[in-house]
């Protein structure tokens, strides 16, 4: 078995099931929900760079500006995400987060047009064209735009592109971006332990450890995704990101119970039927590019 695949798969179960941890301790609000996320993430990663002593990167990265401007954007997009998921499962929106992160491959099509000029193939176009109806048929039926949807295909597709092109590895990266976030992180649990509205620490251990335990519950299935890209093609890694959302969108459904009417099951077979000649377009140019390196 390709322990690359097993990796990444297990990196999108994890975050498949993240609405069941968020949903174990009700009643933290979102923001403080996400600044722990981000403490307790730097103290974990703290640790392992300090256990592999790999504090290299740092100083290198320190003296270089430019790195320092795209890891501070990747860390607002990251964080912009990370509290727009945390206040959708809070409040009974989990099937609209699983839509955010079905359209996300769109969004990657989208912006490597307009931001990369990439061309996209017909197949690709008619997969963002059925995508778009989907998202306009939800919006006539609910009278809104699916905002947290597309806030979180936007924020983490745009993610994504700046992280393609950084100048560090997923470790590294995750522990600059940390280390940015973490003094308004600290800053925002100082205020509300002052106000005395802060839930940490709480007289309840159960509660102290859940937050606690972000920490490591955000870093590791991102260093599982890493280890699992590097020896994996971008077609399987792209089928195999569909995991995620499939099983939020069954938690949702089967587990939270949240409306999923007739209405609302035809945009999302829109979203469907636009991955699945996403995913049939990305397979078959896999396959006849190898074809032809082979010929050479």
């Given amino acids: 078995m390709n322990v690359g695949a097993v990796s990444a798969a297990l990196a999108f179960v994890c975050w498949g099931l993240f609405p069941l941890?968020?949903?174990?301790?009700?009643?933290?609000?979102?923001?403080?929900?996400?600044?722990?996320?981000?403490?307790?993430?730097?103290?974990?990663?703290?640790?392992?760079?300090?256990?592999?002593?790999q504090w290299d990167?740092?100083?290198?990265?320190?003296?270089?500006?430019?790195?320092?401007?795209?890891?501070?954007?990747?860390?607002?997009?990251?964080g912009a995400n990370w509290l727009t998921y945390?206040?959708?499962?809070?409040?009974?929106?989990?099937i609209d987060a699983s839509l955010g992160y079905f359209v996300t491959p769109l969004v990657n099509v989208l912006l490597?047009?307009?931001?990369?000029?990439?061309?996209?193939?017909?197949l690709q176009w008619a997969a963002l064209a059925i995508a778009a109806f989907g998202v306009l048929w939800l919006t006539l039926q609910t009278g809104k735009l699916p905002w947290i949807a597309l806030v979180l295909g936007i924020t983490f597709g745009?993610?994504?592109?700046?992280?393609?092109?950084?100048?560090?590895?997923?470790?590294?990266?995750?522990?600059?971006?940390?280390?940015?976030?973490?003094?308004?992180?600290?800053?925002?649990?100082?205020?509300?332990?002052?106000?005395?509205?802060?839930?940490?620490p709480s007289p309840a251990l159960g509660i102290d450890l859940w937050l606690i335990a972000l920490g490591p519950i955000?870093?590791?299935?991102?260093?599982?995704?890493?280890?699992?890209?590097?020896s994996l093609s971008m077609t399987t890694l792209g089928l195999l990101q569909y995991i995620g959302p499939t099983?939020?969108?069954?938690?949702?459904?089967?587990?939270?119970?949240?409306?999923?009417?007739?209405?609302?099951l035809i945009g999302f077979a829109c979203i469907w039927l636009a991955l699945a000649l996403y995913s049939a377009d990305s397979v078959w140019h896999n396959r006849r590019f190898r074809r032809q390196e082979s010929a050479a």
């Fill in 218 to 230: 955000t870093a590791v299935p991102l260093l599982l995704f890493a280890a699992g890209a590097r």
């Fill in 112 to 122: 490597g047009f307009t931001l990369l000029h990439e061309r996209p193939r017909r």
């Fill in 158 to 200: 745009a993610y994504g592109l700046l992280r393609k092109v950084a100048a560090l590895g997923a470790l590294e990266g995750l522990m600059l971006e940390t280390l940015l976030l973490g003094p308004l992180a600290v800053a925002a649990l100082l205020f509300w332990w002052q106000r005395g509205s802060g839930v940490f």
């Fill in 57 to 78: 990167w740092l100083p290198q990265v320190v003296r270089r500006p430019r790195v320092l401007l795209a890891f501070a954007a990747s860390a607002l997009l990251i």
């Fill in 86 to 94: 945390i206040w959708s499962v809070n409040n009974d929106h989990v």
């Fill in 21 to 53: 941890y968020f949903r174990l301790v009700p009643g933290v609000p979102s923001g403080e929900v996400l600044a722990h996320r981000v403490v307790w993430c730097l103290v974990f990663l703290g640790v392992v760079l300090g256990v592999r002593r």
């Fill in 247 to 264: 099983i939020q969108l069954a938690v949702g459904v089967w587990i939270f119970r949240e409306p999923f009417s007739h209405e609302r």
